[in-house]
C-alpha cells in the first residue's frame, strides 16, 4: 500500500490546524477606527475629545486599546461601579468595544 492509500485516523489534520491558527492568529483582532469614530458621538457626550477631564468624568483620549477593553469589561461585568457606564458597556459588542478601543486610542490629546 502506497502512502495516497493509507488511512489517516479521522480528525488527524485537524487539531494541527487548529493548534497553527491558534499559535499564529492575534488573540482580538484591531477594531474598526471608522466605526469607532461613528459610536464615539456617545461617549464624548461626556467624555470631552479634549484629552482632559471634566467633572469627575475620566479622559479616554489616548488610551491604550487593552486598557479601554479591561475598563469596559469592568463596567459591563459590573465589576466597576457606575451605573451609566455598566448600561453603556452592558450593550456594546466585543466589535464595537474594539473599534471604540481604535478610535480613542489612536487620538492624541490636544494641548
Known amino acids: 500500500m502506497t502512502?495516497?492509500?493509507?488511512?489517516?485516523?479521522?480528525?488527524?489534520?485537524l487539531p494541527g490546524?487548529?493548534?497553527?491558527l491558534l499559535v499564529v492568529a492575534p488573540a482580538e483582532a484591531a477594531g474598526d477606527r471608522a466605526l469607532g469614530a461613528y459610536l464615539a458621538a456617545e461617549c464624548t457626550a461626556c467624555h470631552q475629545l479634549s484629552g482632559r477631564g471634566?467633572?469627575?468624568?475620566?479622559?479616554?483620549?489616548?488610551?491604550?486599546?487593552?486598557?479601554?477593553?479591561?475598563v469596559?469589561?469592568?463596567?459591563?461585568?459590573?465589576q466597576r461601579h457606575n451605573p451609566v457606564m455598566q448600561t453603556i458597556a452592558a450593550r456594546l459588542s466585543r466589535d464595537?468595544?474594539?473599534a471604540?478601543?481604535?478610535y480613542f486610542g489612536a487620538l492624541a490629546p490636544k494641548p
Not at 471634566?54 to 479591561?70: D, K, M, N
Open 17 to 20: 490546524v487548529a493548534v497553527l
Open 96 to 98: 464595537e468595544i474594539a
Open 100 to 102: 471604540l478601543a481604535a
Open 54 to 70: 471634566s467633572s469627575g468624568i475620566p479622559p479616554i483620549v489616548g488610551w491604550p486599546e487593552e486598557q479601554f477593553v479591561a
Open 3 to 13: 502512502w495516497r492509500h493509507a488511512r489517516r485516523p479521522a480528525g488527524f489534520a
Open 72 to 78: 469596559l469589561d469592568a463596567y459591563g461585568s459590573r
